[in-house]
């Protein structure tokens, strides 16, 4: 678990992933999030969701990581106000 402010990035899995996973996070209140994910050198690889907004309570959203390489990435929830939380993810074909 990762918890950022108003944001609680509960799990991801499987983990480690191969074709698919899911990100299941909590937010306190309504929050306009962007949704990433990063290579181990910061870049950012895949984006998931950018400005979409989200209602207080659990969200659950499927990530079809079969484009992306074997190794270690973090996945990143950004919400409008700062608030962050991160969690490593890894990926074996």
């Known amino acids: ?3 950022g402010g108003a944001i609680e990035l ?8 191969d074709q698919r996973t899911t990100l299941r996070f909590m ?10 994910v990063y290579d181990i050198s910061g870049a950012r690889v ?22 992306l390489s074997s190794g270690a990435y973090f996945v990143s929830i950004i919400s409008n106000r700062g608030e962050q939380a991160t969690q490593r993810l890894i990926i074996q074909h």
């Open 10 to 17: 509960l799990s991801v899995g499987p983990n480690p992933a």
């Open 1 to 3: 678990r990762a918890r």
């Open 27 to 36: 937010l306190d209140n309504e929050r306009t999030v962007a949704i990433a």
């Open 46 to 67: 895949m984006e998931l969701a950018d400005g979409q907004q989200y209602q207080r309570g659990e969200t659950t959203v499927a990530l079809d990581v079969s484009s």
